[in-house]
T-cell receptor, first 115, second 109 residues
């Protein structure tokens, strides 16, 4: 069964460093998403991406964040200069059609630890 | 702004019991509602998706209902098993996807 994959499973970085989290969405899906979950808190929407551009973004997704689809399979989230409060689980998701009409499938997550 | 709440925050039941998890949302202008399961330290597994025009969806021992006008959804789990122990999240789709805080379920053997 097709699934969303994410690498790495765990990333440890120093404050101020740049990190890139990688996701491979399900191959025939057109819509891609990033979410984060700070330990013990709710899952929060960060950004949605369609047709090589951002569709929606939350107030969390500030200038420190960027997303890219560098090739036909990968979808990346970059954090330019990490802060301690960026420590969280980051989940990638994809859906075949627009969010409003379709089920989202989530990857296993990348645990980001900022020291 | 959409707010999603879930009651109870935690629930512990003996194996074999039927149980109901509750999800409430403040803005009824949603496209769909999705229930997920999250195991500790793991990702989210989709359980059921209910479109706004639907009243319920069933998958095996799971049944989810949706009352959009009152801003409520329930997830019914029949004949619970220890393997059902996990956190159950509901999420509503409107402008964005908004998650509830989850209900942590423990099914005791």
């Amino acid at each position: 069964e097709p699934e969303v994959t994410q690498t790495p499973s765990h990333q440890v970085t120093q404050m101020g460093q740049e990190v890139i989290l990688r996701c491979v969405p399900i191959s025939n899906h057109l819509y891609f998403y990033w979410y984060r979950q700070i330990l013990g808190q709710k899952v929060e929407f960060l950004v949605s991406f369609y047709n090589n551009e951002i569709s929606e973004k939350s107030e969390i997704f500030d200038d420190q964040f960027s997303v890219e689809r560098p090739d036909g399979s990968n979808f990346t989230l970059k954090i330019r200069s990490t802060k301690l409060e960026d420590s969280a689980m980051y989940f990638c998701a994809s859906s075949e059609f627009r969010l409003a009409d379709n089920e989202q499938f989530f990857g296993p997550g990348t645990r980001l630890t900022v020291l | 702004k959409q707010e999603v709440t879930q009651i109870p925050a935690a629930l512990s039941v003996p194996e074999g019991e039927n149980l109901v998890l509750n999800c409430s949302f403040t803005d009824s202008a949603i496209y769909n509602l999705q229930w997920f399961r999250q195991d500790p330290g793991k990702g989210l597994t989709s359980l059921l998706l209910i479109q706004s025009s639907q009243r319920e969806q069933t998958s095996g021992r799971l049944n989810a209902s949706l009352d959009k006008s009152s801003g409520r959804s329930t997830l019914y789990i029949a004949a619970s098993q220890p393997g059902d122990s996990a956190t159950y999240l509901c999420a509503v789709s409107g402008q964005n996807f908004v998650f509830g805080p989850g209900t942590r379920l423990s099914v005791l053997p």
